[in-house]
């Protein structure tokens, strides 16, 4: 008993108190030295396929020609791989509290191809920068949608790469950004800063030169030049813009930034809360309602299921026990149980048609759960945080490939139950109906990636044969738990005769449907763009 109030108290505490552990170290920096700025895959929420920042036409890095692979790839693991991230670094110059305003970065001439991919990355796809400094990811400067006139600060999905002019539909893009960079200093006997937090106010500026400076996007005198359209002593801001820059067929788009640095108390260790948190972005009303929501189904469905079963288990018992007294005053045979009480017989009657694919879709359903379960306790005690990328997919990669002597063992043992004679088939159709038919998925995907020369978002070689390598562990482990489940005795079972049972009824189909329309409802009210047919669920919650 102590054991198990100690397993509860400790599966409660890391349910409520969550936190993370760090994954990597710190790095201090001393006044003036360059930090890095990376930049990662253009991502979106209406479109599955990342875009390679350095295919669009956009500023190339200076560095490129002393590389012959191109712009330099930043090392990534198996999960930021198979995430489509593509982290390069650029040519934007940070140095540790050194401010920069209006610092000219290139200068690109759209052709009709250029002016065609950028309009529909802006018009079609919604895509967003997702820039990274001292492994911070972006935060977005904004306008607030709920309140005119004000900026807000999101902390995920980057930040836009343009905008739609709600007058004449045309597409403007952001080649302006002031770069807010906020660091810490943990020791004040020392010259070491760390940076605390990193965010990007996007701006559209059509950009001129003062005297009418002509620039062929070459000659080193046009990054010094002053411009007309911002100033090389104080930030840019946007009341000072006169015009945005368009995406046209010829047109001339100049990119620039501001670097603006400021000190904050929050030191190095709580710098990735605020990301966590969204800057209590949604009201804590939000919390109360989805919890109040929650609760208030559980209650209802609870209540009317144990009224349900009260009232048959009473009257199936009554009858029973009539049953049982008339026959034992008439001839005193035995008296054949029926409804809920025959069905000790039935615990294991396997099914009418296809009992092997019952067991394998079973064992794959319990594999499923089991990764599921781990992965969300190892993050909620803090074993999994963001700021090591690509760790999440990389832990259910490996939760998944070991709970395959779960699935094996389930599978095999259930078909032994269910008196089957082809168990070798069972345990094979067990490791290769959902891993075979995704790697299957996976593998021609990517070869047809290749064949259409799109490399930028294809998965290299060596990451396609770890996962080889993966998967053929995944299947030596599920035959590992078959062989263990094809070791246990089979199980005898008396058959009755069930009558056909006819379609659900509205009330069962609503009942079924009511846990998911939460879910939905939920989804919505968080914004997280993963509820499917949210209107059609509210009807079913609320008929």
């Not at 008339?326 to 001839?331: G, I, K, Q």
Request: proline share 5%; glycine share 6%.
């Amino acid at each position: 008993m102590r054991a198990v109030y100690c397993c509860f108290v400790f599966f409660s505490s890391a349910a409520t108190t969550a936190f993370y552990l760090p994954g990597v170290s710190p790095r201090s920096f001393q006044t003036g030295d360059t930090i890095p700025l990376n930049i990662n895959s253009l991502t979106s929420v209406h479109r599955f396929i990342p875009v390679d920042y350095y295919k669009l036409p956009l500023c190339r890095p200076s560095y490129e020609e002393e590389n012959e692979g191109g712009p330099q790839m930043i090392s990534q693991n198996l999960g930021q791989t198979l995430l489509g991230n593509k982290i390069q670094r650029s040519d934007y110059v940070l140095k540790m509290r050194k401010d920069t305003f209006c610092q000219v970065l290139c200068q690109v001439t759209l052709t009709e191809e250029a002016e065609s991919l950028l309009a529909s990355l802006i018009q079609n796809g919604g895509y967003r920068h997702n820039w990274i400094v001292d492994n911070l990811p972006s935060a977005s400067i904004g306008l607030s949608q709920y309140q005119p006139g004000e900026l807000r600060t999101y902390y995920s999905g980057g930040f836009p790469f343009g905008f739609i002019d709600t007058a004449n539909s045309k597409p403007f893009i952001y080649n302006h950004v002031n770069i807010h960079i906020q660091y810490h200093k943990p020791d004040p006997f020392t010259d070491l800063y760390r940076v605390v937090h990193f965010a990007v106010e996007p701006l559209s500026i059509k950009h001129q030169f003062q005297d009418g400076y002509q620039w062929d996007g070459v000659d080193p005198e046009g990054f010094e030049m002053p411009l007309s359209s911002c100033s090389k002593t104080e930030q840019t801001q946007r009341s000072i813009i006169t015009s945005s820059q368009p995406v046209e067929e010829g047109e001339t788009i100049m990119f620039t930034y501001d670097v603006i640095w400021s000190e904050t108390d929050v030191d190095w260790a709580s710098r990735w809360d605020i990301y966590l948190t969204e800057d209590h972005l949604i009201p804590d009303q939000v919390h109360s309602f989805s919890i109040t929501n929650s609760l208030f189904f559980i209650i209802i469905l609870s209540g009317v299921l144990a009224n349900i079963t009260a009232r048959t288990l009473r009257r199936e018992i009554e009858d029973n026990n009539t049953a049982t007294i008339a026959a034992a005053d008439e001839s005193g045979a035995a008296v054949e149980f029926t409804g809920w009480m025959a069905l000790r017989g039935d615990a294991f009657r396997p099914p009418q048609t296809c009992p092997m694919f019952f067991c394998v879709c079973i064992g794959n359903g319990v594999q499923i759960g089991i990764c599921c379960f781990l992965a969300f306790l190892l993050s909620a005690i803090g074993l999994l945080n963001p700021s090591r990328r690509g760790s999440f997919l990389n832990c259910i990669l490996v939760l998944y490939t070991i709970s395959g002597v779960a699935n094996g063992y389930v599978s095999s043992r259930m078909y032994k139950t269910f008196n089957g004679d082809r168990c070798r088939q069972c345990t094979m159709l067990s490791a290769l109906l959902v891993s075979g038919v995704t790697y299957t998925i996976f593998l021609s995907s990517n070869i047809a990636r290749l064949v259409t020369s799109d490399v930028a978002v294809s998965v290299p070689l060596a990451s396609v044969l770890i996962l080889t390598a993966i998967w053929l562990a995944f299947i030596s482990l599920v035959f590992l738990g078959a062989h263990f489940g094809n070791k246990q005795e089979r199980t005898a079972c008396v058959e009755r005769t069930i009558a056909g049972g006819g379609f659900p009824s509205l009330v069962q189909v609503s009942v079924v449907c009511t846990p998911f329309s939460t879910v939905a409802i939920g989804s919505e009210l968080w914004k997280l763009r993963t509820a499917p047919f949210p209107i059609s669920s509210i009807l079913v919650t609320f008929p």
